[in-house]
């Protein structure tokens, strides 16, 4: 299998700002820009947990819209990084914790993790659709189980507590601004590498398995190979987002890679819109503020149901998510700026 | 003109997300935040936990030192992970100075590490009862006026043995730290009379099939002592029975009660008779439970008699407002005088007095319970003994409590 990331030959002419275009610009911009405005919660608790939980959406999408392969263990993948972050770091559970230093544990944890998807990958590629969702769903649900039982290497239901993210040239990275940074900073790393992957020649070749995998077998592409890899792939992104939050919430525990979550996951990868990486990152800002803020809005009794009903409308609306509902306003948009033109 | 328009939505949105924070609060209202599960397994002990605060802000007309109180909900599903997300937007959004809560044991043990990084913020238990909440490593600003779950268990042990008669006992608990604590509380007293307990099984919460622990019980046990809550308690009792298994139960403070005792069936026939200890008694003659009772019935959806959730929401919401009535409901100083006045704080409540230790954890009267059928056919936890005023230490001298060793699976032993 080719896996050479070839840039397209008629837009490697282009400036690159142009290629980017004004939309991406403004929004990174102004991203760049939200922690001079936002209060310290708005920073960490509602712009680093969305950007945590997109990207995690992230390697979903990339999985359910480029591979066609819908996964319900992206939670898992990344519960895997923060336990390793805890086992290899430090924490004060007084189990296990090696004390390695963090720029040698992130990247094993995130490998580990990378290792983990391409393994679920590897069990799940035979599968197609309800399938590959129940066989992930199996694997998701066994692991939040295994790791409540376990005492040796998950701590039980406890799980590990006291997990703090690095301080490295003079900044505690864990601050509400530098921490929002960092995980803008991994969120649009991982944003512009499925972009430029999914146009690149392994992308293309994906996405050309998701279509019709009995045609590019015969052209002599080796189905399973790829698919594997391109779990392998969302593994890291997976792995990366697993590592921002075991640093966020300092602790990681059963609990944390539940049935609940896993499904979080597939509900933001859903809402936003599976058909380009962006959707993830707008489904998890919906869902984000929704959770946080519903119980201000109808009290404590029913706020999940006004939750569910939000997300009900934002499928029902648009079976695309909210970017579907972007391409239904845009061409309105379009039109009327045509009409009150001079 | 699309680009004005993106430009202009783009704007919108992000003053929207950093719109300031509502929490310029008037000067006449005082915020207080109160978490509880709404959400998850736990929702209808909640919803209970919530009746029993609400019935202490009643007490005082909505009022404390001239102002109005104001409630800020937060929900966890009862995971430490949800709790800490739910009281850092308490603090950190609606900026609530005095947060009550959490309900459940971890929840505590992780809000308590969260209170150490908010040191202005004043954090006072719900009925979250882990013994490490408040014995290793506290947080200053965390005041537990309800007791923890090995307080609970407080005089069981000694007369399961001595009263009961019983030698040897197995334990079925649930596998978090909560029920740790009840064991270690029951096992204390119990292995120090001289009882063997050769097995102690830990399940999940919400396991459904209990037929390789029911297995795994030894022959010989004299009793089973059950931990478990709700549907978990109910499970393990009916198959345990249809199993064709006759040991006698000795309870757990969430196991017998009232969501379990009205449950149909035969299981009605095993659990008459079964001994158990917590921080409340349904059969409470006394009339400031009584008055407690009828004040709690007022409540919106009450059951027939308060939870221990309702019962530790209440006292632990009492203590805030006394406490916030001391200082004249003024905690601009980050709260140093409220938490002084806390500390100093005791007071009557429905189950007796109650003061703090050293470490912000309260002592308070304990009460041994039996189930019995009452005039009705209903099934309650008769009075058969008040145990007063235990502390955290359960007693013992505090050096050599600590020597017992932090409560988990393995500790205590007596096989």
């Known amino acids: 299998m080719s896996l050479t990331l070839a840039a397209d030959s008629t837009t490697s002419q282009q400036n690159w700002l142009e290629k980017l275009g004004p939309g991406q610009i403004i929004l990174a911009v102004a991203l760049a820009l939200y922690p001079l405005a936002a209060s310290d919660f708005f920073l960490t608790q509602i712009g680093g947990y969305s950007l945590i939980f997109g990207m995690l959406g992230l390697s979903l999408m990339m999985l359910a819209g480029y591979g066609g392969m819908v996964s319900l263990a992206q939670i898992t993948v990344a519960g895997i990084a923060a336990y390793a972050i805890a086992i290899l770091g430090n924490n004060n559970s007084n189990i296990l914790g090696f004390g390695w230093p963090w720029w040698l544990a992130v990247p094993f944890a995130v490998l580990a993790a990378a290792l983990a998807s391409a393994l679920i990958g590897w069990i799940s590629v035979r599968t197609e659709g309800i399938y590959t969702i129940m066989i992930t769903l199996a694997i998701a649900t066994a692991t939040y189980y295994f790791a409540q039982q376990n005492y040796a290497i998950f701590n039980g239901h406890s799980g590990y507590t006291g997990i703090r993210a690095p301080v490295f040239w003079g900044v505690n990275w864990r601050d509400p601004r530098p921490f929002y940074y960092l995980c803008l900073g991994s969120a649009v790393l991982s944003y512009a590498a499925i972009l430029y992957g999914a146009r690149s020649t392994f992308g293309m070749t994906v996405q050309a398995i998701r279509d019709n995998p009995r045609r590019m077998r015969a052209l002599g592409y080796h189905v399973t190979a790829h698919k594997v890899f391109a779990w392998f792939l969302a593994g890291l992104v997976g792995g990366l987002a697993g590592v921002l939050l075991v640093w966020f919430n300092g602790r990681v525990s059963p609990g944390t890679i539940g049935v609940d979550a896993a499904i979080d996951v597939l509900i933001i990868a859903v809402i936003g819109g599976l058909r380009h990486p962006i959707g993830p990152f707008l489904g998890a800002l919906v869902v984000v503020l929704m959770q946080t803020f519903a119980i201000d809005i109808v009290g404590a009794e029913r706020f999940n149901t006004l939750i569910g009903l939000v997300f009900l409308v934002i499928v029902f609306v648009s079976p695309d998510g909210i970017l579907g509902l972007w391409e239904k306003i845009k061409p309105h948009l379009t039109q009327e700026s045509l009409r009150s033109g001079p | ?415």
Not at chain 2, 118 to 123: E, G, N, Y
């Open chain 2, 1 to 415: 003109m699309t680009m004005q328009r993106r430009t202009l939505l783009a704007l919108a949105l992000f003053t929207g997300l950093t719109a300031p924070s509502m929490a310029l609060a008037a000067d006449d209202t005082i915020k207080i935040g109160l978490l509880a599960t709404f959400e998850g397994p736990f929702t209808v002990l909640g919803e209970d936990s919530e009746r029993g605060a609400m019935t202490a802000v009643a007490e005082m007309n909505g009022m404390v030192a001239g102002k109005k109180i104001e409630i800020v909900k937060g929900s966890s599903d009862a995971s430490p992970d949800s709790a800490v997300r739910a009281a850092r937007k308490l603090v950190e959004q609606d900026g609530v100075k005095v947060l009550v809560g959490p309900l459940s044991g971890d929840e505590g043990i992780a809000v308590k590490d969260y209170a150490k990084t908010q040191p202005d913020v004043t954090f006072i238990n719900g009925t979250s009862a882990a013994q490490d909440t408040t014995l290793r490593d506290p947080a200053e600003n965390f005041f537990r006026f309800s007791t923890d779950g090995a307080q609970w268990m407080a005089g069981l042990g000694t007369y399961a043995f001595t009263e009961k008669g019983y030698k040897k006992v197995a334990t079925v608990a649930e596998d978090y730290s909560f029920p740790y604590t009840q064991v270690f509380g029951f096992m204390a007293e119990f292995c120090k009379a001289g009882g063997h307990v050769p097995s102690k099984s830990w399940v999940p919460i919400g396991n459904k099939d209990f037929s390789s622990v029911i297995a795994a019980i030894p022959e010989d046990v004299d009793a089973i002592y059950v931990a478990l809550g709700g549907a978990d308690a109910v499970n393990f009792l009916t198959q345990y029975q249809q199993g064709g298994g006759s040991a006698p139960l000795i309870g757990g403070s969430i196991t017998v009660d009232q969501t379990v005792l009205t449950s149909k069936g035969k299981l009605r026939d095993v659990l008459k008779g079964t001994p158990s200890a917590g921080p409340t008694a349904d059969t409470n003659d006394a009339p400031a439970w009584k008055a407690f009772v009828e004040a709690y019935k007022k409540q919106p959806g009450a059951f027939p008699s308060p939870s221990l959730f309702a019962h530790g929401y209440y006292v632990d919401m009492k203590a805030t407002l006394l406490g916030l009535d001391q200082v004249g409901g003024d905690v601009s100083d980050g709260g140093k005088k409220l938490r002084d006045a806390l500390s100093k704080l005791s007071f009557d409540t429905p189950t007796g007095k109650v003061s703090l230790d050293k470490n912000r954890n309260a002592i308070a009267d304990i009460f041994l319970t039996e189930v019995t059928e009452g005039a009705d056919g209903t099934l309650l936890n008769k009075l058969v003994k008040v145990v007063p005023q235990v502390n955290q230490t359960l007693g013992i001298p505090e050096d050599e409590f600590m020597k017992l060793g932090a409560v988990n699976r393995d500790n205590p032993s007596c096989p």
